[in-house]
């Protein structure tokens, strides 16, 4: 599978799915690969050609020095797309993946069809949190927050029920360079796509996690209320919903991502 080049960096790139079918873009959350994505790839390449891929400063793409930003982020995709010569994708992602999804639908209406906002906000009102994780993984890396952050992204039951998943996941977390991660914390830190929101166009499904303590509900609820026409369902689960509530998950973004 392809490595394209955004202005520079090398990205790791997957396509996958039925040829010729509509095109799926999956983004994933801070601290993850393309690999958090597998709950899903049996349901949605029956319907879609799926693109997944790993952000600057994760799992197999370049990691060039930062800060980053969800604009940069909103220009490698487009990047991707470009390289791959598709004009319009419908939009999937977790958390920083749902901010890029903003990012691009507000920047680049033209590229988006629908939209799929999971586990996200448009803004921190305390964006000095980011500051904090930043010193937290300078000193002590990340298998030093790894067991906090794991905890935000999946319940204790589901950790209890499903340890082996916990563990992958855990691994994926602490596999990330350490400066693509700091990179993206500093894009975390700058968010505020609030102004963002009331131009889109494209319709919207806002997905959030009832148990989600990184972007609790009201953050999903700001979202849904700034985009016109945006709608909302909430599944039981923390933060890595696809991870936690892949059934339910899978069912409410194909249901959206079908309808006519
Ligand atoms: O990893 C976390 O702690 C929560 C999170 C914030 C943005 C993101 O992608 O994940």
Redo the contacts with the bound molecule.
Sequence with gaps: MPMIDADGCLLNVTVEGRDGGPTLMLSN???STLQMWEPQMRAFTQVFRVIRYDRRGHGKSQVPPGPYSIERFGRDALAILDDLNIEKVHWCGV??GGMVGQWLAAHAPGRIGKLVLANTTCYYPDPAIWGARIKAVQETGLAGIADM?IA??LTQEFRDRNPDVADRMKAMLVATPVEGYLACCEA?RALDLREDLPGIKSPTLVVAGRYDK?TPIAMAEAIRSRIPGASMTIVDAA?ISNVEAAGPFNDAVLGFLTQR
């Design positions: 959350s801070l601290g958390s920083m952050v935000g992204w975390l990184s933060h």
